[in-house]
C-alpha cells in the first residue's frame, strides 16, 4: 500500500511536468523539446530568488509571473513564426533553446546539483497507521496538481479565453474570421503553461537537487505521461503520471535501478497497444 501511495504522490510532481507540455501540445500542436531545461531554468530562478533571502515560497511566488511574461513573449515573437503543418520548424528551434538554457546554466551555477531549502517543512509529514507516514510536501504538490488540472478542465469549459484555446486549436482560419487574433490567444496559452512550468520546478527544486543538465530526463518523464494518459487530455495526462510514478516505485521496489526502466517499458507497451494513450481527449 505504501508503494501505491508513493507513486500517486511521484505522479503528481510528474502531473505539474506534465501539464504545459499537454496544453501547449492541445492547442498548438507545438512539441516543445525545451521543456524539461524551462523548467530547470525556473528552479534556478527560485534559487536565485532564495538566495537573496526571500523564504522559498515567496521565491517561487516571484518566479511564476516572470515565467508568465517568458513565456508570452517566447510564442508572440518566436515560436508563432514557426508554427505550421511541418512539426520540424519548432522542434528545431526549442531543441536551440534546450541547447543554449544548459550551457546558460552550466556557465553561470556550474553543474553541482542544487536545491532550494524550506527549512523543517521538507522533513514534516504525518502518519497513516501501521507505520505508515505521508510527507507533507509530496501531499501538497499532488494537491496542487490536481488543483491546476481541475482549473485547466475548467477553464477550456467556462471562460471566454478557453473558448478562444479551443477555437484556435480546432480551426484557426475560422477562429480569425470570427475575430480572434489566433498569435495572441497562442502566446496566451504558452504564458499560461510556462507559469505551470515554473510551478512544476520550483516545487522540484524544493523536493530535491536540480542540476543544469536534468532537463531532457524531466522532458521524458513529462512526455511519457502525455502519452501514456492521452495527448491533449488533462485529466488524462494527470492520471498518466500518477500511473507512471506508480509503475516506477514498483520497479524500485524489485530492484532500485529498475524503477525508471520500469516507467520506460510501460511507456512502450502503451504506445504499442493503445497509441492514442489510456485517457484520450474527449473535451
Same mark, same amino acid.
Given at each position: ?9 511521484l ?16 492547442? *498548438?500542436?507545438l ?11 525556473a ?12 523564504p522559498a515560497? &515567496?521565491?517561487?511566488?516571484? !518566479?511564476? %509571473? &516572470? ?12 515560436l ?6 511541418? %512539426?520540424?520548424p519548432? +522542434?528545431? =528551434?526549442?531543441?536551440?533553446?534546450? =541547447?543554449?538554457?544548459?550551457?546558460? +546554466? +552550466? ?15 521538507? !522533513?514534516?509529514?504525518f502518519?497513516?497507521? #501501521? ?18 488540472? #481541475? ?6 469549459? #467556462? !471562460?471566454? &479565453? ?12 475560422? #477562429? ?17 503553461a ?10 522540484q527544486?524544493?523536493?530535491? !537537487? ?5 532537463? %531532457? ?13 492521452g ?24 530492484? %532500485? ?8 517499458? *510501460?511507456?512502450?507497451?502503451? +504506445? ?12
Open positions: 500500500m505504501d508503494m501505491i501511495i508513493s507513486g500517486v504522490l505522479g503528481g510532481l510528474y502531473g505539474l511536468f506534465a501539464l504545459g507540455l499537454s496544453l501547449m501540445f492541445g492547442i *498548438m500542436r512539441t516543445n523539446t525545451a521543456h524539461g531545461d524551462f523548467m530547470v531554468l528552479a534556478y530562478a527560485v534559487l536565485s530568488f532564495a538566495s537573496l533571502g526571500l515560497w &515567496l521565491a517561487l511566488a516571484t !518566479t511564476l %509571473p &516572470l515565467a508568465w511574461l517568458l513565456g508570452f513573449v517566447l510564442q508572440r515573437h518566436v508563432n513564426g514557426v508554427l505550421g503543418k511541418d %512539426p520540424l519548432s +522542434l528545431v =528551434v526549442t531543441f536551440g533553446m534546450s =541547447v543554449f538554457i544548459q550551457n546558460l +546554466l +552550466l556557465q553561470v551555477f556550474s553543474a553541482d546539483p542544487r536545491s532550494v531549502d524550506t527549512g523543517a517543512f521538507a !522533513t514534516e509529514s502518519t497513516l497507521g #501501521a507505520g505508515m507516514s505521508i510527507g507533507v510536501l509530496p501531499l501538497l504538490i499532488l494537491a496542487l496538481a490536481v488543483g491546476c488540472t #481541475a482549473g485547466l478542465q475548467w477553464m477550456f469549459r #467556462a !471562460t471566454d &479565453l478557453g473558448r478562444s484555446f479551443r477555437a484556435v486549436s480546432d480551426d484557426r482560419e475560422i #477562429a480569425e474570421l470570427m475575430g480572434l487574433n489566433a498569435r495572441t490567444v497562442y502566446a496566451l496559452a504558452t504564458a499560461l510556462f507559469m505551470l512550468v515554473a510551478l512544476a520546478g520550483g516545487l527544486s524544493m523536493r530535491t !537537487t536540480v542540476a543544469p543538465t536534468d532537463g %531532457p530526463l524531466l522532458l521524458l518523464f513529462a512526455f511519457e505521461a502525455v502519452i501514456i494518459g495527448m491533449g487530455s488533462f485529466w488524462g495526462t494527470l492520471a498518466g503520471a500518477m500511473l507512471l510514478g506508480i509503475v516506477q516505485q514498483i520497479g524500485f521496489r524489485i530492484d %532500485p535501478g529498475w524503477g525508471i526502466w520500469a516507467g520506460h517499458l *510501460m511507456f512502450l507497451l502503451v +504506445l504499442a497497444v493503445r497509441p492514442q494513450g489510456l485517457f484520450p481527449k474527449t473535451r
